[in-house]
């Protein structure tokens, strides 16, 4: 049986993958800063804490280890990290400390489209490690998710509090991924020749499409504005001059991405409106 070391292990991705592995009686090492948000699993799983951005607190993590599933990154930057430092840096200590250990196989979550999209920072940080990746000598695997279910929940959020708002005509298509599910295929990757995965959920929706799910969940009316393209456009570039980078990030991101179909090849069996009604139970 291989074993396997998660990074990212307390995000919210990380917990299906362990969860996932300890279901399927592996007994996986977690890599994080502390042990604390992984009590759940404490009984099934081996801890390894360490900064991922200090090299030196790495060393020997992977020893005996034969896979490496990194989804290491951060989506809003704080604790003065920027994206280079993580979605980077980290990932590239780990990847060197791998190597020196001897691990077999290292599996990367980045984003799909990330390589199309290296103008803006986080797909930047994400995919100089992927060609470091690539260039590493192991055998490796870059899973490429069109998006998270939890990434749906501002437009939850929105439909709750009675409109929701949409760039353009909301035509836009995407298929957004379970975190379980997408576990699922992280763990499948170990023994799959594919070098790069890209993947979505079992449904696709235009973003019209989603708000009326959303305000289903909700049980209140159907009610969207439509928003000009140039204001999102002419908000980017307001954003840009008046936020300092770290704030400038994820709004950079979102507004990018909600102007493009992000449709990959369907997987998975849980679907959206069973995860918003479950935000309803909080």
């Known amino acids: 049986m291989k074993r396997v070391l998660v990074a990212g292990s307390t ?5 299906f993958i362990i969860q996932n592995l300890v279901d399927k009686g592996i007994r996986p090492v977690a890599l994080a800063r ?6 759940q ?12 951005t200090n ?25 003065g990290l920027s994206y280079m430092d993580v979605d980077y840096q980290a ?101 799959s020749v594919e070098k790069e995965i890209s993947v979505g959920g079992p449904e696709m929706f235009t973003q019209v499409e989603l708000a009326n799910i959303a305000f289903e969940a909700v049980g209140k009316p159907v009610k969207i504005t439509f928003i000009p393209d140039w204001v999102r456009s002419g908000s980017l570039k307001l954003c840009k001059l008046l936020l300092n980078p770290n704030k400038f990030g994820p709004i950079e991101f979102f507004l990018n991405v909600l102007v493009m179909d992000m449709t990959a090849p369907k997987f998975g069996v849980q679907t959206l409106s069973r995860y918003f009604k479950s935000l309803n139970e909080k």
């Open 91 to 191: 990932n590239l200590n780990l990847l060197t400390e791998a190597k020196r250990s001897g691990v077999k196989k290292f599996i990367y979550v980045s984003a799909f489209h990330g390589d199309k999209l290296k103008h803006l920072k986080i797909f930047e940080a994400k995919e100089k490690f992927v060609k470091q990746l690539s260039e590493s000598g192991l055998d490796y695997c870059v899973v490429r998710p069109t998006g998270f279910f939890s990434d749906m929940t501002e437009l939850y959020n929105m439909a709750n509090k009675g409109r929701v708002y949409l760039f353009g005509d909301g035509g836009y298509k995407s298929n957004p991924i379970h975190g379980d599910d997408l576990a699922e295929v992280c763990i499948g990757a170990i023994d």
């Open 11 to 15: 995000g919210y991705l990380g917990k």
């Open 34 to 39: 502390s042990s604390t948000k992984l009590e």
């Open 55 to 79: 090299a030196a607190s790495l060393i020997n993590c992977c020893e005996g280890i034969d896979v490496v599933i990194s989804s290491l990154g951060i989506t809003r930057q704080q604790d």
């Open 41 to 52: 699993f404490q009984q099934n799983i081996n801890i390894f804490e360490a900064e991922l």
